[in-house]
């Protein structure tokens, strides 16, 4: 007769006690559904890197916008394709620009979703870089006062929160005075705290074409190698009245989420990329590996290393799955 008297199988028998002794749990309420809004009517675009994510029109977004919020979403970020760019990003802060059209229709379809407005330039400019240019240079502090700008904008469109990921120096400051100076102290800021320089962001930049026109972003997104200097992001964006703190990539970077988690007592957001998701895809179209299976896994693992908030193309898959007790 065996003497052991610890078998950590005996918790393991069946669905039922494992869900009961389960250390980490996904909610529906912590996922974020991003949405590509672009000029049209009628316009569902699918995307090629991105199986099952589009680019809607206008209408469309509100009606995708709806159905999601159906079938359990509460949360999106809005992505916009302007119908023209130019040198100084005039349609990010645009009264009409189509992330302020998007937000205003977003709301009128699903009155009680929270929007969340990604602000940055790279969508709206001609040569593709988050702030302004000058002689090939990203000027920082020229920038600030059109991330600013945009912040308002999409504020006073109806936005919940706005999301700054420009990764531009005092980008949260500058929006949190303008948006109090507006009047709009209730507006939330959620950072890209923590936004590296990262291969996995190539099927984003087909769905926003918004890929940089020279160069690249690693003047300033950060490098993939540093883990201290992502906590002195945070730090800044922090100090500087940020209301959620995020961490991008998300799966390639679960050790910097967990850092991030355990200095700072704000909510922490992740974002489940576009190359993660593609990934997936991929690998899933061609029998490789079980995609239901590996979305639970690495949606577990984003929340167990600390994420309060994930942000993923999965949200509607994820919470289907949390009905039918897949999780």
Request: charged fraction near 25%; aromatic fraction near 6%.
């Amino acid at each position: 007769m065996s003497d052991l008297i610890h078998r950590p199988r005996r918790l393991r028998q069946s669905s039922g006690l494992r869900a009961l002794v389960r250390e980490t749990r996904l909610v529906s309420e912590c996922f974020v559904l991003p949405l590509f809004v672009c000029p049209g009517e009628g316009v569902r675009r699918e995307i090629n890197s991105m199986p099952g994510v589009y680019n809607l029109s206008v209408d469309e977004a509100a009606r995708e916008a709806a159905s999601a919020y159906d079938a359990g979403v509460r949360a999106l970020i809005l992505f916009g394709l302007p119908e023209t760019k130019d040198e100084t990003a005039s349609g990010a802060y645009a009264r009409d620009g189509i992330v302020q059209q998007a937000v205003r229709a977003v709301r009128r379809a699903a009155p009680e979703m929270t929007i969340i407005t990604d602000t940055c330039l790279c969508e709206y400019t001609t040569h593709g870089h988050c702030g302004v240019v000058r002689e090939g240079e990203i000027l920082n502090d020229e920038s600030l006062e059109l991330l600013a700008r945009t912040a308002v904008s999409q504020a006073e469109a109806g936005a919940d929160i706005v999301a700054p990921s420009a990764m531009m120096d005092g980008q949260v400051g500058a929006i949190r005075a303008a948006l109090d100076a507006s009047r709009l102290e209730h507006v939330a800021v959620m950072s890209y705290a923590v936004k590296y320089a990262s291969a996995f962001y190539g099927p984003f930049r087909e769905a926003a074409a918004s890929a940089p026109a020279f160069g690249d972003r690693r003047s300033y997104q950060m490098d993939i190698g540093n883990s201290r200097e992502a906590l002195r992001e945070a730090e800044l964006d922090y100090a500087e009245g940020a209301d959620i703190l995020m961490v991008k990539p998300a799966s390639v970077c679960l050790d910097v989420l967990r850092s991030v988690r355990d200095r700072y007592d704000l909510p922490v957001a992740a974002y489940h990329v576009s190359g993660e998701y593609a990934m997936i895809k991929a690998a899933a179209a061609r029998g490789w590996i079980d995609e239901r299976r590996a979305m639970i896994e690495t949606l577990t693992s984003i929340r167990r290393a600390g994420a309060d908030i994930i942000i993923t193309y999965y949200a509607r898959e994820a919470i289907n799955a949390l009905k039918n007790g897949e999780f």
